[in-house]
């Protein structure tokens, strides 16, 4: 019984730390300038800001995040399938 309160307490650290460092990727700007067009992204891969010929684009950073939160999922899901057939083969059943 006491090993479930360490994995729910260590859990729940895990889950601060993975928090912290959300928020750190969602400070972190990467800022880059080729030909007329300025594209800004967070570390956290969320578009900040496009710019082209000097114009903000606003809804080409509302299509381009729309379209990274979808692709996210996506790899989340098919990444949650190829952990669980890898705990599956350890012996860690679900």
């Known amino acids: 019984m006491l090993d479930k309160f360490k994995s729910v307490g260590q859990m729940a650290k895990l889950k601060g730390q ?5 928020k750190s990727l969602k400070r972190h700007k ?3 300038e080729e030909k007329n067009v300025l594209v800004t992204v967070s570390a ?4 900040d800001k496009i710019v082209v010929n000097g114009e903000l684009q606003p809804v080409l950073v509302g299509v381009l995040n729309k379209a990274i939160k979808k692709a996210q999922k996506v790899a989340a899901k098919k990444s949650q399938v190829v952990a669980k057939d890898l705990f599956k083969t350890m012996g860690a059943g679900f």
């Open 18 to 22: 993975y928090k912290r460092i959300e």
């Open 30 to 32: 990467v800022t880059i």
């Open 44 to 47: 956290g891969l969320e578009v």
